[in-house]
């Protein structure tokens, strides 16, 4: 009688331990499978972090920031005479926009100029307004009448490349730019006739010419130092013509 009581007590036994290592083991399963969540958690939350707070790529990506860095801002510290480098100019942004008065008769040349504009500066254009209406030009208030798109950072310095370095000598005729387009406090505007001359436009597709305004906004805040550092960027400006208030 004691025989069968020992072994109903040994399965028993063995039961549980099975039970025991199964339960471990389940265990085990979940806490692995609720570590990944955690970690691509985190990594997806990193990444929309970034997205959210509008963060762009670092400016050290940029061809010419590095050109900047390494041999623009010693130039400049020289031609300038100033030794500390947070004193030197330096581009703050650029803003690039087209006003399409044509706009007002037809709704389809604005979308047709912020699509191009977004292509161009590799960022979402925005719609401008106007701020009243004139019954001259059957214009309304809020109505939209141009874009622009606002460019810093690494984008910033791209465009800047890819313009001095393509856009500019696709224009017909070209001889340089004004050196007199300067505001006076270092800010510097460029205008384009034809947005086509950007190699990132097809043609076929854009077929209505459009002109653009681009300017450059330094924290130089005298036009001389200004020009200094858009000439070492390699801005061509025509020669032979004084600039104003020049000797």
């Known amino acids: 009688m004691a025989e069968p009581k020992k072994k109903d007590t040994d399965k028993a036994d063995k039961a549980d331990k099975a039970a025991a290592k199964a339960e471990k083991a389940e265990k085990a399963e979940k806490a692995a499978a609720k570590a990944g969540k955690s970690a691509a958690k985190a990594d997806k939350g990193s990444g929309k ?36 480098p947070m004193n030197l100019p330096r581009l703050s942004k650029i803003v690039i926009n087209m006003g399409v008065g044509s706009a007002i008769a037809d709704k389809k040349f604005l979308e047709d100029s912020v699509n191009a504009l977004t292509q161009i500066a590799g960022q979402k254009a925005v719609i401008t307004k106007a701020r009243k209406s004139i019954a001259g030009f059957k214009l309304r208030e809020g109505q939209g009448i141009g874009c622009k798109v606002t460019l810093r950072g690494a984008r910033m310095y791209e465009f800047m490349d890819r313009l001095l370095t393509l856009v500019l000598p696709r224009v017909r005729d070209f001889r340089g730019v004004s050196p007199k387009a300067f505001d006076g406090l270092g800010n510097y505007s460029l205008g384009l006739t034809e947005y086509l001359v950007f190699p990132e436009l097809n043609p076929d597709k854009f077929t209505r010419s459009q002109g653009m305004n681009v300017v450059f906004v330094t924290t130089a805040g005298k036009d001389d130092d200004a020009r200094e550092m858009l000439k070492l960027f390699g801005m061509p400006f025509r020669e032979g013509q004084k600039s104003p208030g020049a000797a």
């Not at 400016?59 to 100033?82: D, H, T």
């Open 49 to 84: 972090g970034k997205a959210d707070k509008g963060e762009q790529l670092p400016v050290a990506k940029a061809r010419l920031y590095e050109l900047y860095k390494q041999q623009i801002l010693p130039q400049l510290a020289e031609k300038l005479g100033r030794t500390n």
